[in-house]
């Protein structure tokens, strides 16, 4: 079992900066594959940004690329998301979710758990 809890959200301008944290609990946690999905109202959870077990490998949706950073830290059991020039279009409640598969993923189908998210709002 392993239980996901995201912090760091908040209110930001446009332009502005984030950072989420995703906290682990487990001893596995380095096994895993990790991955943050965004959620706005009225839409489906879209893939935002995943990283393999190692943090070797990286993948990333076309709207953050070059904006939105995934790492992690497996002494921590942590798992982050660096936001920089954040659009009012980011504007989600952001989940952070774990895969038993260790890879990097975009489809909700490969992770086994979910945090309850994290709301982040980009004031215009």
């Known amino acids: 079992q392993v239980q996901l809890i995201e912090s760091g959200g908040g209110l930001v301008q446009a332009g502005g900066s984030l950072r989420l944290s995703c906290a682990a609990s487990?001893?596995?946690?380095?096994?895993?594959?990790m991955g943050w999905f965004r959620q706005a109202p009225g839409k489906e959870r879209e893939f935002v940004a995943s990283?393999?077990?190692?943090?070797?490998?990286?993948r990333y949706a076309d709207s953050v690329k070059a904006r939105f950073t995934i790492s992690r830290d497996n002494a921590k059991n942590t798992v982050y998301l660096q936001m920089d020039s954040l659009k009012p279009e980011d504007t989600a409640v952001y989940y952070c979710?774990?895969?038993?598969?260790?890879?990097?993923?975009?489809?909700?189908?490969?992770?086994?758990?979910w945090g309850q998210g994290t709301q982040v709002t980009v004031s215009s």
């Open positions: 979710a774990a895969s038993s598969y260790g890879g990097t993923y975009a489809s909700r189908v490969n992770y086994n758990y």
């Open positions: 487990g001893r596995t946690f380095s096994s895993y594959g």
């Open positions: 990283i393999n077990w190692s943090g070797s490998s990286t």
